[in-house]
C-alpha cells in the first residue's frame, strides 16, 4: 500500500464479537466507513469452531469484496472457562485470547490502521490501540438504553445495588423508564456469576474510548441522549462523546431465486403475514414451543414461523427429515400442525432470509425476540412488533419498545413462564387484526421515515458519522 495513501485516507481496525447478531452490524458500519466517508477498513473476526454456515456464507458474499477481512487464529478456551459459563462469558473469554493474535496481525501489517474500533465485547483491546497510537472508539451494536445501564452500574452504591438486585425494585437509570428487576440486563442479575464482574469491567472501559458509537439514532431515545451528556447525569460517567450513528441494518441483497417462503409471500395478501423469529440462536422449551404453534394456529393469521428444535428435547436429527410427525411435521409440534395450517403458513427450518421477509409488503407484524439487529430491521420496514426477549438485553429492549415508543405488544406470561396458546393468539390479533395494531402501525411507519432520515445525507446520525470521520482524519495529520 502506497504511503500517500496511508497518509491521507484513516484506516479502521474494526474488532467484532463472533455471532451474526455482532457481525452482521459490524460489517454495515464497515461498508459506511467505506462508502460514505473514504476509510480504508479491515475486519478482524474472532473465529469459533462452531461458526455457522450463515456466518461463512457471509464473510464470503462478493460484495463485501471492498472490506478486508481477517479471521483471527481459532483459539482453545478449554480450561479457562467453565464449560458451564454463559455463551456471553465464553465470547468474552474467547475475545482475551484473541488480542495477541490481533496485536501481532495490526504489528506486521505494512499498511497499519490509524482507528481501532472494538465492539461491545472487545473493550480489552483498547490497550492495542494505544500502543500503536491509534485512535480507539467503541462500537455498540445496541441502543443508549444499554449504554446508559452498562456505564451506570458500575457506579451504584451497594445501597442502590442491594435495592435493586436483593430487593428487586425497579432499577431507575437516568434517561431511561425504570427497568424491572425481571427485565434488567441479565448479567447483573446474579453477582456470584463470572459474567457480572466482565460487565462491570467493560461498563468501566467504555468510557475510556475516545469516541462510543451506537446503532440508533438521537430521536428514538432523546431523554436518553440528554442523559447521557448531561455532566451531572450520566455525562459525568460517559466523559467520552457519545456518537447514535444508526440504523445500521441490513439491506435486502440481489433478488433471491426460487426461495419458497418468498414465492408463497408473493401470493399472499398486503400485510397479512406475521413473522415469528428468535434471531440467530434463540430457543424454546418443548411446552412453549407447542404453546406457540397452537397459539398461531388460534390467531388464524397467516405466519411464517423459524423453528428450531426446542431447548430440553432430545429430537435426533428428524426435525431435519421435515420431521417424523404423522403429516411430515416436526416430533416436537402438535399433531396435525403441518395439515391444518399448509394454507396458513410456511415453517423455515433454523434460518430464514430474514430482511427480505421483513421487507416484503405481505408481512405485516414480527413476532421476535427483541435482539436490536431485529428491532432495526422491523422498524426499517415498518413492521409493528410483538416482543418475546429471551436474554441478553432483550428484555430491556421489549420494555422499550412497548413500554416507552409504543410500537410493540408485550404478552403475558404464567408465573413459570411460559406464555399460554390464548394469550399469543390475542397479541397476534392484537398486532394482525385490530384497532390497536393499525395505531402502532402508523407509529411504526413514523418511526421508520426517522429513521431513514437520520442515515441520509445531512440526517442526525449521518453527521454524527462524520464528525467521527473528521477526527480520524485530523489524527493523521
Ligand atoms: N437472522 C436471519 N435469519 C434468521 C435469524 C436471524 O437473517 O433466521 C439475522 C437477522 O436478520 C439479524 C441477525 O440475524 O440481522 C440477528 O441479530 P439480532 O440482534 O436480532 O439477534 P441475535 O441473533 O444477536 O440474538
Redesign the pocket.
Known amino acids: 500500500m502506497s504511503l500517500i495513501m496511508q497518509n491521507t485516507k484513516p484506516h479502521a481496525a474494526i474488532l467484532a464479537s463472533p455471532?451474526?447478531?455482532h457481525l452482521?452490524p459490524v460489517i454495515e458500519l464497515g461498508k459506511r466507513l467505506v462508502t460514505h466517508h473514504g476509510f480504508h477498513v479491515t475486519i478482524f473476526v474472532v473465529s469459533t469452531d462452531s461458526s455457522s454456515s450463515a456466518q461463512t456464507q457471509l464473510l464470503n458474499s462478493p460484495n463485501l469484496n471492498f472490506l478486508d477481512i481477517i479471521s483471527l487464529p481459532l483459539v482453545d478456551i478449554t480450561g479457562l472457562v467453565d464449560p458451564a459459563a454463559s455463551i456471553v462469558t465464553k465470547i468474552i473469554v474467547m475475545m482475551r485470547e484473541s488480542l495477541a493474535g490481533l496485536r501481532s496481525t495490526i504489528f506486521s501489517m505494512e499498511y497499519r490502521p490509524t482507528v481501532l474500533i472494538a465492539d461491545l465485547f472487545g473493550t480489552e483491546a483498547l490497550t492495542i490501540a494505544d500502543e500503536f497510537e491509534m485512535l480507539k472508539y467503541v462500537f455498540i451494536a445496541s441502543n443508549a438504553w444499554f449504554l446508559a445501564i452498562t456505564i451506570y452500574v458500575p457506579t451504584l452504591d451497594k445501597r442502590v445495588e442491594d435495592e435493586h438486585i436483593n430487593g428487586q425494585k425497579p432499577l431507575k437509570i437516568p434517561g431511561c423508564e425504570p427497568v424491572r428487576f425481571d427485565d434488567t440486563l441479565d448479567a447483573y442479575l446474579d453477582r456470584t456469576d463470572q459474567v457480572y464482574e466482565e460487565y462491570i469491567r467493560i461498563g468501566r472501559e467504555i468510557c475510556m474510548a475516545d469516541g462510543i458509537l451506537l446503532n440508533t439514532w438521537e430521536d428514538l431515545e432523546p431523554k436518553t441522549f440528554e442523559a447521557l451528556r448531561d455532566q451531572n447525569l450520566l455525562g459525568r460517567v460517559t466523559r467520552v462523546p457519545v456518537y447514535p450513528i444508526g440504523p445500521l441494518a441490513?439491506q435486502i441483497g440481489p433478488p433471491v431465486l426460487d426461495n419458497q417462503v418468498l414465492n408463497w409471500l408473493d401470493v399472499q395478501p398486503s400485510e397479512s403475514v406475521i413473522y415469528v423469529?428468535f434471531?440467530?440462536?434463540?430457543t424454546l422449551s418443548a411446552e412453549q414451543t407447542i404453546e406457540l404453534a397452537y397459539g398461531l394456529e388460534l390467531s388464524r393469521q397467516r405466519f411464517i414461523w423459524?423453528l428450531r428444535p426446542p431447548v430440553d428435547k432430545d429430537v435426533s436429527g428428524s426435525f431435519f427429515n421435515a420431521g417424523n410427525g404423522p403429516d411430515g411435521s416436526a416430533s416436537f409440534l402438535p399433531d396435525g400442525f403441518m395439515t391444518r395450517t399448509k394454507k396458513l403458513g410456511r415453517i423455515v427450518h433454523m434460518?430464514?432470509?430474514?430482511?427480505e421477509i421483513l421487507a416484503h409488503p405481505a408481512v405485516g407484524g414480527f413476532l421476535s425476540?427483541c435482539?436490536?439487529?431485529?428491532t432495526l430491521?422491523s422498524i426499517l420496514n415498518g413492521v409493528p412488533m410483538i416482543t418475546w426477549p429471551l436474554y441478553a438485553e432483550q428484555k430491556m429492549n421489549a420494555t422499550l419498545l412497548s413500554e416507552d415508543l409504543g410500537l410493540a405488544v408485550r404478552p403475558l406470561a404464567r408465573p413459570d413462564g411460559v406464555v399460554r396458546r390464548e394469550e399469543i393468539s390475542k397479541m397476534v390479533r392484537r398486532i394482525m387484526v385490530d384497532k390497536e395494531g393499525y395505531v402502532i402501525r402508523k407509529r411504526m411507519k413514523e418511526a421508520k421515515g426517522k429513521a431513514l432520515e437520520a442515515v441520509s445525507k445531512g440526517g442526525s446520525s449521518d453527521e454524527s458519522l462524520s464528525r467521527v470521520a473528521e477526527d480520524c482524519v485530523i489524527s493523521l495529520q
Open positions: 455471532g451474526m447478531g452482521i441490513r423469529s434471531g440467530s440462536g434463540g423459524v434460518w430464514a432470509q430474514q430482511v425476540h435482539g436490536w439487529n431485529s430491521e
